[in-house]
């Protein structure tokens, strides 16, 4: 099975940038369906991006379309989040999410890997 290692999050004013990279290990990141998540206090888990493992097909969640962008590397196994005028309302864990169905979700029980997440907060 596959394993994934997030990184990239940090501290960031309002309106910055930050690339969120996860890492897979243990299998090839190009059998999966790749995914992101994020879930801030007391939220629940929210869709933020999600790309086909071809590569061919992507979706972005409603509150961060225009402003995030997401992509891979097979040659790496990496898997990248864009995150761009970030506002204080992003602030979140990250997760990546793989995913073996042969079309995408956008949905948390559809995935069966999961890395640990990744602290990003935005400040105001």
């Known amino acids: 099975q596959v394993q994934l290692a997030e990184s990239g999050g940090g501290l960031v004013q309002a309106g910055g940038s930050l690339r969120l990279s996860c890492v897979a290990s243990?299998?090839?990141?190009?059998?999966?369906?790749m995914a992101w998540f994020r879930q801030a206090p007391g939220k629940e888990r929210e869709f933020v991006a999600v790309i086909h493992w071809r590569g061919e097909t992507a979706y972005i969640g409603d509150s961060v379309k225009g402003r995030f962008t997401i992509s891979k590397d097979d040659g790496k196994n990496t898997l990248y989040l864009q995150m761009n005028s970030l506002r204080p309302a992003d602030t979140a864990v990250y997760y990546c999410a793989a995913d073996t169905s042969l079309y995408v979700h956008q949905t948390v029980a559809e995935y069966e890997y999961w890395g640990q997440g990744t602290q990003v907060t935005v400040s105001s």
């Open positions: 243990g299998r090839p990141l190009s059998n999966y369906n």
